[in-house]
């Protein structure tokens, strides 16, 4: 079968400011819009300039769901709970991102996948995002 990821989705309360984090935070460049006058849901596709997407969506009325402080605590309940990205230098990375607000889960360390490092962090409305070195000696 002949498939790739196209993008991740996440559901968040404040469209403009995660929308503003996400572009200064990851680098990434809107590409795409929308709006669904009738349920009220408007959302953004942002693009790396490697290829990976992220579509954020907000609803009016939409209601805090799975923000477990860590992966293990995610892991409790069935569903999505997060979305990874590759760097080849994950610490300054994952500097650079808690200097840009993303809250600190994980500090870089070992992965349970050899050769490989790890960090966990948040978005600013505690969506978890991993970061993977795949380069570790």
Request: glycine share 10%; net charge negative; no cysteine.
């Amino acid at each position: 079968m002949d498939t790739r990821l196209d993008h991740v989705g996440v559901n968040v309360r404040d469209l403009e400011a995660l929308t503003g984090w996400y572009k200064e935070a990851f680098g990434l460049k809107p590409v795409f819009e929308f709006r669904l006058e009738g349920p009220g849901l408007s959302a953004v596709v942002l693009e790396h300039p490697h290829g990976w997407r992220i579509e954020l969506l907000a609803r009016p009325g939409s209601a805090p769901g799975l923000r477990a402080p860590d992966p293990l605590t995610a892991a409790l309940t069935e569903g999505y709970g997060h979305f990874a990205v590759t760097t080849p230098e994950l610490d300054p990375v994952y500097e650079a991102l808690v200097a840009h607000g993303a809250g600190e889960v994980m500090p870089p360390g070992a992965s349970p996948e050899p050769g490989i490092r790890m960090a966990w962090v948040t978005d600013p409305e505690g969506n978890l995002i991993e970061l993977i070195e795949k380069n570790a000696e």
